[in-house]
């Protein structure tokens, strides 16, 4: 995937304006629109309802991030 999105939206174009935080730092923004900041998982008899197929993947778009939080909500 990491190949995809780097073909998709490369660093270091020099259309991009919001550069002050590092080259990763706008691709990064428009990487995370495509993948999306939230899910929302079917829980059924306790365990995650996910099809034979699929997965959850965490994504870091930075090359030094820092420290993130991750938060789950459920609602039943």
Same mark, same amino acid.
């Given at each position: *995937?990491? !190949?995809? =999105? @780097?073909? $998709? +939206? #490369?660093?270091?174009? #020099?259309? =991009?304006?919001?550069? $002050?935080?590092?080259?990763? @730092? *706008? #691709?990064?923004h428009?990487?995370c629109? +495509? !993948?999306?900041?939230?899910?929302?998982?079917?829980? /059924?008899?306790?365990?995650?309802? $996910?099809? /034979?197929?699929?997965?959850i993947y $965490?994504?870091?778009f930075?090359? @030094?991030?820092?420290?993130r939080?991750?938060?789950? !909500?459920?609602?039943?």
């Open positions: *995937m990491e !190949t995809i =999105y @780097d073909r $998709l +939206i #490369p660093d270091n174009m #020099p259309d =991009y304006r919001h550069v $002050l935080e590092g080259s990763d @730092d *706008m #691709p990064a428009a990487k629109i +495509i !993948t999306g900041v939230s899910i929302n998982i079917p829980i /059924t008899d306790g365990r995650l309802n $996910l099809g /034979t197929w699929q997965g $965490l994504c870091e930075r090359n @030094d991030g820092g420290a939080k991750f938060v789950a !909500t459920i609602v039943g």
